[in-house]
């Protein structure tokens, strides 16, 4: 790793709430809340809302992917500054049936050009065990 852009998670997580998700307005729509962001990592909860289903009732792919997406990018983010993503694979697992999505990424290697970063999606309700519904790799690329 590079190094920390911040000095604690505190300070990355209000820096990422100002610019990763409220300048967003598809992330803001959804209330993406961003937990951790700092020394590669990544941490992200959804609360589930029906308008973010498919017809069987799990979260809709599009939503998983969306959680994927944004824990690479926002661990890479933290040690490499802004970032947008280049590509990312994914491989659901189970149905992502709960009442919130908790993702986390992780940075594998980053370089000057970009980092790899690895991500678990997880399905989660109260009273429940977590369930893994996705598995994402994602290429990251620093702008600017």
Not at 38 to 58: I, V
Request: glycine share 10%; hydrophobic share 45%.
């Amino acid at each position: 790793m590079r190094g920390h852009r911040f000095a604690s998670n505190d300070e990355a997580v209000a820096y990422m709430k100002s610019v990763a998700v409220d300048a967003s307005g598809f992330t803001a729509f959804l209330g993406v809340e961003p937990l951790r962001c700092f020394d590669g990592e990544a941490e992200l909860l959804l609360a589930l809302r029906p308008d973010m289903t498919q017809h069987h009732g799990y979260a809709h792919g599009a939503i998983v992917g969306l959680m994927a997406d944004n824990a690479c990018a926002w661990a890479a983010s933290s040690v490499i500054g802004d970032v947008v993503t280049g590509s990312y694979t994914i491989n659901f697992l189970a149905p992502a049936k709960g009442s919130r999505l908790r993702a986390k990424g992780s940075v594998v290697k980053a370089g000057k050009r970009q980092a790899i970063v690895r991500a678990d999606v997880w399905a989660e309700s109260d009273g429940e065990e977590p369930r893994r519904c996705a598995i994402a790799q994602a290429t990251i690329v620093p702008v600017g």
